[in-house]
């Protein structure tokens, strides 16, 4: 009897055993497993996944530490991805250091902030988000958060086959800034398109391109040579540029050439926002700027009459995009 209990019980491991296998089986079939591969999709599709999630971060205040400050807080569609204000505005009220650049076109780039230190736009996506006067928030606490977020980890699932994480994030932040790219100006019409423009844009052009040179920075198509260059903007700076991220006294008071494009649409305009309009910007440029050691050859004294100056005003104004502009001429109801 005692050996007959004894083999009745030595078949209880059998069967847990048994059933083990068969709970392994069960999550192991063939099918699931198809279910559970990543399919990568096509490349079109990949782009128009990544640009949509992409935008959905853009304009998400859950990427600031308290839920108050998105992307588009600093960069605004209708000011050409712009704030409008001298210093941006991050959380708790705080004052950045920088005016904020549009982003607009922002894929002719290859270096990014004002003092050029970040190289691509995935890199450049952290910086704002870190900073304590910006967003404020810690990737590492971040990214648990947003992986709640069903839309988010199941878009990147869709994109990488990975649960949402900082490469995705950044990755996708980065091609939404760059598919904000048109060249529909009045420029464009007419030097790519060959449509008549009005005789002040083509006389300001004529200004802009040759006695005053300014194509030496600010060359067509982009109209920005992405450079660092000491404008002439003070003769002590507060904001060193350049110098904070190479530590070389020769790069004190450079910062990165802007791109003209939709310019009339981003003011306030300099690293610190310090001139209000074009009619200021051009002023500036007509003293000769600041003596400094380290100010741009490029940078010297001229004169404008009044005629030459709407001229010069008329064809900074062709480099709007016209979408653009008549959309932010609508919601700021401005003209000219």
């Known amino acids: ?19 083990i296998l068969v709970i392994i089986f069960a999550y192991c079939r063939p099918n699931d497993a198809e279910v559970s591969t990543f399919k990568p999709l096509s490349e079109t599709e990949e782009k128009l996944k990544l640009r949509e999630l992409g935008e959905r971060l853009f304009f998400d205040t859950r990427l600031s530490v308290d839920n108050s400050i998105a992307c588009a807080n600093c960069h605004i569609p209708a000011l050409a991805f712009t704030d409008g204000d001298s210093l941006s505005t991050g959380i708790h009220g705080r004052i950045g250091m920088r005016n904020s650049p549009s982003l607009f076109n922002v894929v002719n780039q290859d270096k990014f902030m004002w003092d050029g ?25 971040l990214i648990p958060e947003l992986q709640k977020v069903e839309y988010y980890d199941s878009m990147s699932l869709l994109i990488s086959g990975e649960h949402f994480n900082p490469s995705v994030l950044t990755r996708a932040l980065g091609f939404y800034q760059r598919s904000l790219y048109r060249e529909q100006s009045l420029y464009d019409d007419w030097k790519k398109r060959g449509e008549d423009v009005n005789k ?16 030496a920075c600010h060359a067509p198509p982009t109209f920005s040579n992405n450079s660092i260059e000491n404008n002439g903007l003070y003769e002590n700076y507060d904001d060193p540029g350049r110098y904070r991220i190479t530590g070389d006294s020769s790069d004190i008071g450079k910062f990165k050439v802007p791109s003209l494009r939709n310019v009339e649409m981003t003011a306030p305009y300099m690293h610190d926002g310090s001139l209000n309009t074009l009619k200021e910007v051009i002023e500036h440029y007509k003293s000769g700027g600041s003596s400094h050691p380290t100010k741009s050859k490029l940078i010297k004294p001229f004169e404008l009459s009044k ?3 709407e001229h010069l005003l008329s064809f900074l104004r062709s480099l709007s995009d016209k979408s653009m502009k008549k959309h932010w001429q609508k919601v700021f109801n401005t003209s000219y």
């Open 1 to 19: 009897m005692l050996e007959n209990q004894n083999s009745r019980n030595s078949g209880v491991p059998g069967l847990l055993l048994l059933s």
């Open 117 to 141: 230190g970040v190289k691509t736009l995935e890199l450049q996506a952290l910086v704002p988000l870190q900073d304590t006067n910006e967003m404020g928030s810690m990737v590492s606490d």
């Open 200 to 215: 002040s844009v083509k006389k300001g052009y004529e200004l802009f391109s040759g006695r005053l040179n300014c194509v």
């Open 307 to 309: 005629e030459e100056e």
